[in-house]
């Protein structure tokens, strides 16, 4: 009986610590979509973005304004700039942005 209720215990603190984790990571996304924006000049510079798979797309009004080496550091695998538009690279995050900036506009 003692038994029991120590592997209870262990599964109830391995629980609490997945779920910090997953905590972590939620406020983690918030911050780097944050960063984004600003790397991209800010939310007063961004026209237009969508999503394809796993690429970004964003129309700019300055691409002077965007600072690409902290859009690589925050994860970006490749940045692609044709005129005033960019295509990032962003993996799986990709659609998590774009709602992200949805809610910022």
């Known amino acids: 009986m003692e038994q ?11 629980v609490i ?19 984004l924006v600003e790397y991209l ?14 690429r970004f797309i964003v129309e700019l009004k300055d691409t002077k304004k965007v600072n690409k080496e902290g859009i690589q550091k925050i994860g970006a695998q490749g940045i692609v700039e044709i005129d005033n ?3 990032i690279i962003l993996g799986e995050q990709a659609q998590k942005i774009e709602k992200f900036i949805d809610a910022l506009k």
Do not use: H, P
């Open 85 to 87: 538009q960019l295509k």
């Open 41 to 54: 000049g800010g939310k007063d510079n961004i026209i237009k973005y969508e999503t394809n798979r796993s």
């Open 17 to 35: 610590i997945a779920v910090a984790i997953v905590k972590s990571k939620q406020k983690d996304f918030k911050l780097e979509a944050n960063k």
């Open 4 to 14: 029991i209720w120590q592997y209870l215990i262990i599964i109830i603190v391995l």
